[in-house]
């Protein structure tokens, strides 16, 4: 999921970009190596995630370009103001806390399911902390959740401008959706080609390869 939304993201040279529940710090690693952003913070709640990042950070040799904040994505407006960014980017909960939950205080479900955060909170508070009119959200999710995603953007005046839907194959539905919103922009979508993950069982197709920078 990370690897596909570092390539379906766009930031450009110089920008700040922020990762709103980054966990071991993946996102900000992969863009940092992808694109020419000028500066990347991951937010994370939990202890033990933060430390992972910032070892891998460490272990990457990126401590100038990266910094993980311990902290609650429901206060990040609070946590950052005044700064502004210029894109923020998640890899959110998918699951509504209701959905087959097991153990509300284990890692992986807090990572799954929206306990400590909901998806009206990750919208509200990058509607806080984007810049006004240039300001770019990127998200991946779950196409079940898609109406709801929609509306909420537009609550938050997070206009949806592209969208691509992930197949796992090409004969079966999508199971991802990946979602670029601007803060203040007009109301005009675009709707990309799919992408699809897999030839056949165990084989990646293409496009995927090149995603993953393996072109063979």
């Given at each position: 999921?990370?690897?596909?939304?570092?390539?379906?993201?766009?930031?450009?040279?110089?920008?700040?970009?922020?990762?709103?529940?980054?966990?071991?710090?993946?996102?900000?690693?992969?863009?940092?190596?992808?694109?020419?952003?000028?500066?990347?913070?991951?937010?994370?709640?939990?202890?033990?995630?933060?430390?992972?990042?910032?070892?891998?950070?460490?272990?990457?040799?990126?401590?100038?370009?990266?910094?993980?904040?311990?902290?609650?994505?429901?206060?990040?407006?609070?946590?950052?103001?005044?700064?502004?960014?210029?894109?923020?980017?998640t890899n959110p909960p998918y699951m509504l806390n209701q959905h087959g939950l097991q153990n509300p205080g284990d890692a992986k479900a807090i990572a799954r399911h929206?306990?400590?955060?909901?998806?009206?909170?990750?919208?509200?508070?990058?509607?806080?902390?984007?810049?006004?009119?240039?300001?770019?959200?990127?998200?991946?999710?779950?196409?079940?959740?898609?109406?709801?995603?929609?509306?909420?953007?537009?609550?938050?005046?997070?206009?949806?401008?592209?969208?691509?839907?992930?197949?796992?194959?090409?004969?079966?539905?999508?199971?991802?959706?990946?979602?670029?919103?601007?803060?203040?922009?007009?109301?005009?979508?675009?709707?990309?080609?799919?992408?699809?993950?897999?030839?056949?069982?165990?084989?990646?197709?293409?496009?995927?390869?090149?995603?993953?920078?393996?072109?063979?």
């Open positions: 999921d990370a690897v596909m939304l570092s390539d379906f993201a766009r930031v450009k040279p110089g920008e700040k970009v922020l990762d709103l529940g980054t966990g071991t710090g993946i996102l900000p690693i992969l863009l940092s190596a992808k694109t020419r952003g000028e500066h990347f913070i991951g937010l994370e709640i939990q202890k033990e995630s933060a430390d992972m990042a910032r070892r891998s950070i460490e272990w990457n040799h990126l401590q100038e370009k990266i910094e993980i904040v311990q902290g609650d994505i429901k206060e990040a407006a609070a946590l950052f103001k005044p700064t502004f960014f210029d894109v923020i980017v929206e306990i400590l955060c909901t998806l009206d909170d990750i919208l509200r508070e990058s509607k806080q902390l984007l810049a006004d009119g240039k300001g770019r959200f990127y998200m991946i999710h779950k196409p079940f959740r898609l109406a709801e995603i929609m509306g909420l953007m537009m609550q938050y005046k997070l206009e949806p401008k592209r969208m691509r839907l992930v197949y796992p194959y090409v004969d079966r539905e999508p199971n991802m959706v990946l979602i670029e919103g601007l803060l203040g922009g007009n109301s005009r979508i675009t709707v990309e080609k799919p992408l699809i993950v897999y030839e056949k069982p165990g084989v990646y197709t293409q496009e995927i390869r090149e995603i993953y920078g393996d072109g063979r």
